[in-house]
């Protein structure tokens, strides 16, 4: 038996709760409940010595340090569709660029200059808005790219729009 004050007065007070409440019934229940809750509560505390606890807090660490720099399965594959899709727009532009040249000089030595943008769209704002509210509305600036694009001739200097 356990020789802690602690365990019988907690089962004590809570033998006397479940007699105020339930009769004798309660009673031995939370008498029972009371002894079960505070030998557990005794037997934690001797389990955790300081020792342990800074074993426990060493392994907290070291798993947190051995998952820092590794990455989800859902950012591995989003960082590799958009690696595959700069890809793909890489490969349009070099092609693009092998078949252009400077409308002033001729020369092939161009750069992009940058892509256009379509602005707010009405539509897209109001079914945002529908759908999620007012921050929905945000989703009338999500333009998609048109086919125009900004060049410059890195020979003469000339900018020049390409549809």
């Known amino acids: 038996m356990m020789k802690s004050k602690a365990v019988w007065w907690t089962t004590g007070i809570f033998a006397v709760l479940g007699l105020a409440t339930d009769g004798l019934e309660g009673f031995t229940m939370l008498g029972i409940s ?43 594959m989003v960082e590799s569709q958009v690696q595959a899709e700069n890809r793909k727009a ?20 161009i750069q992009l200059a940058g892509q256009h943008r379509k602005g707010f769209s009405v539509g897209k704002a109001v079914g945002g808005a529908a ?28 900018s020049f729009t390409i549809k």
């Open 34 to 76: 009371g002894f079960v809750v505070a030998w557990a509560v005794v037997k934690y505390k001797a389990y955790m010595t300081p020792e342990r606890r800074q074993e426990i807090k060493a392994r907290r660490v070291a798993k947190k340090e051995a998952h820092k720099g590794q990455k989800s399965l859902l950012t591995k």
């Open 90 to 109: 890489s490969i349009q532009r070099t092609k693009l660029k092998e078949k252009m040249k400077c409308p002033r000089c001729g020369s092939k030595n």
């Open 131 to 158: 759908l999620t509210g007012g921050i929905g509305a945000l989703a009338g600036f999500a333009g998609k790219q048109t086919k125009k694009s900004d060049w410059v001739c890195l020979d003469c200097g000339r």
